[in-house]
């Protein structure tokens, strides 16, 4: 993902959103990754405005899948 391509996915949720990296029970060596993007919605109360988590998860490319 492009510099631009993370700014555009991020312009439609409000500044104040909450960006946090996200890892699964994995392990990532010192090395460059890829990401994903997920924006999770925090419901609050009525009276608030809705409020986001913008979620970047490491994409670990020398994870093996063992069927």
């Known amino acids: ?3 631009a391509e993370l ?7 409000p500044d104040d959103s909450l ?4 890892v699964h029970d994995t392990m990532l ?3 460059l990754y890829d990401f994903t993007f ?3 919605h925090m ?3 009525a009276t608030q405005k809705p409020q986001y988590e913008l979620r970047l998860t490491a994409i670990n490319h020398h994870e ?3 069927w």
């Open 1 to 3: 993902m492009t510099k």
């Open 7 to 13: 700014i555009d996915a991020m312009r439609e949720y």
């Open 19 to 22: 960006v946090v990296i996200e």
């Open 29 to 31: 060596s010192e090395d």
């Open 38 to 40: 997920d924006a999770i």
């Open 43 to 45: 419901s609050g109360f």
């Open 64 to 66: 093996t899948i063992n």
